[in-house]
């Protein structure tokens, strides 16, 4: 039976998910209560799971879970809720889902009194496989999308709306209803301009390209994510287009031609958009 901190009072472990990266343990509090448990696997990338650990405690709870107590690499979280905006958005439509997903990011983005972790990630150093790859097409002579959103990464990089700490990896699939309504989770602790955290959405539900390769769908999400964070509709599709390559090169680097090419033909729709603006 897996154990976990005496401290901690939690029974009844049940395993609900397992990742490359991590066991999701479902567990009950000493005052019946549900909360889950995060237990880290040893991987390459722990530091990036590890910076999303301190966005959670430096938030509080402020459109976020509660991060309750850590032992080592694992979290004793508040339980969020078992109700994913993925499956709010089959029941009730996108453009509810797209309102909901603009509320959670606007909590996320509150003033907050405490000061910041300061080991959130870089946005530049967030972005260094999409420069690596735009810096290879480039010495072979070839003018790609990659090289095209390297180009909009560095002007929203020297030129930022404003700089904040950010979830990092905000989708359909980490906003969950419960108790406290709509909450993310799973961040990845990053520090950069506001737009970063709406260009994920873009690209989400992961199995409904009919709507991530809809125009109508990326202008409403553009218009309504920039209201939400006081930028243009254009400067949100510019970090769409940069996000969306981004994500493309870790597929190649991953040697996933499938998803690459998948993210590759979103990028050209949200540009048809842009190229409008």
Same mark, same amino acid.
């Given at each position: 039976?897996?154990?976990?901190?005496?401290?901690?009072?939690?029974?009844?472990?049940?395993?609900?998910?397992?990742?490359?990266?991590?066991?999701?343990?479902?567990?009950?509090?000493?005052?019946?209560?549900?909360?889950?448990?995060?237990?880290?696997?040893?991987?390459?990338?722990? %530091? =990036?799971?590890?910076? +999303?650990?301190?966005? $959670?405690?430096?938030?509080?709870?402020?459109? @976020?879970? *509660? #991060? !309750?107590?850590?032992?080592?690499?694992?979290?004793?979280?508040?339980?969020?809720?078992?109700?994913?905006?993925?499956?709010?958005?089959?029941?009730?439509?996108?453009?509810?889902?797209?309102?909901?997903?603009?509320?959670?990011?606007?909590?996320?983005?509150?003033?907050?009194?405490?000061?910041?972790?300061?080991?959130?990630?870089?946005?530049?150093?967030?972005?260094?496989?999409?420069?690596?790859?735009?810096? %290879? =097409?480039?010495?072979? +002579?070839?003018?790609? $999308?990659?090289?095209?959103?390297?180009?909009? @990464?560095? *002007? #929203? !990089?020297?030129?930022?709306?404003?700089?904040?700490?950010?979830?990092?990896?905000?989708?359909?699939?980490?906003?969950?209803?419960?108790?406290?309504?709509?909450?993310?989770?799973?961040?990845?602790?990053?520090?950069?301009?506001?737009?970063?955290?709406?260009?994920?959405?873009?690209?989400?539900?992961?199995?409904?390209?009919?709507?991530?390769?809809?125009?109508?769908?990326?202008?409403?999400?553009?218009?309504?994510?920039?209201?939400?964070? +006081?930028?243009?509709?254009?400067?949100?599709?510019?970090?769409?287009? @940069?996000?969306?390559? !981004?994500?493309?090169?870790?597929?190649?680097?991953?040697?996933?031609?499938?998803?690459?090419?998948?993210?590759?033909?979103?990028?050209?729709?949200?540009?048809?958009?842009?190229?409008?603006?």
């Amino acid at each position: 039976m897996q154990a976990f901190p005496e401290r901690w009072k939690v029974s009844a472990p049940e395993l609900i998910a397992e990742t490359f990266s991590s066991r999701i343990w479902k567990v009950t509090r000493e005052d019946g209560s549900p909360a889950i448990v995060k237990d880290l696997k040893p991987f390459d990338d722990v %530091a =990036d799971e590890l910076r +999303g650990e301190h966005y $959670l405690a430096w938030r509080r709870g402020e459109g @976020a879970v *509660r #991060l !309750l107590s850590r032992d080592g690499h694992r979290m004793l979280l508040e339980y969020a809720g078992d109700r994913l905006l993925s499956e709010h958005l089959a029941e009730h439509g996108d453009d509810a889902a797209t309102a909901i997903a603009a509320g959670v990011m606007a909590k996320l983005l509150s003033p907050s009194g405490h000061t910041p972790p300061p080991d959130l990630q870089p946005l530049r150093e967030r972005y260094v496989s999409l420069f690596r790859v735009a810096k %290879a =097409d480039r010495g072979a +002579g070839r003018t790609s $999308l990659y090289v095209h959103a390297a180009d909009i @990464a560095e *002007r #929203l !990089l020297a030129e930022p709306h404003e700089i904040k700490p950010l979830h990092g990896d905000l989708h359909h699939d980490n906003i969950l209803f419960g108790p406290r309504g709509w909450l993310a989770i799973d961040p990845k602790g990053v520090l950069g301009d506001p737009g970063f955290d709406a260009a994920n959405m873009f690209y989400n539900p992961l199995d409904r390209d009919d709507l991530c390769l809809d125009p109508r769908r990326i202008e409403h999400m553009a218009d309504i994510f920039g209201e939400t964070l +006081g930028q243009s509709p254009r400067a949100i599709l510019d970090h769409a287009i @940069a996000y969306g390559c !981004l994500s493309a090169a870790w597929h190649r680097e991953d040697k996933n031609a499938v998803d690459e090419n998948r993210e590759l033909a979103v990028v050209e729709a949200i540009r048809k958009v842009r190229s409008r603006c």
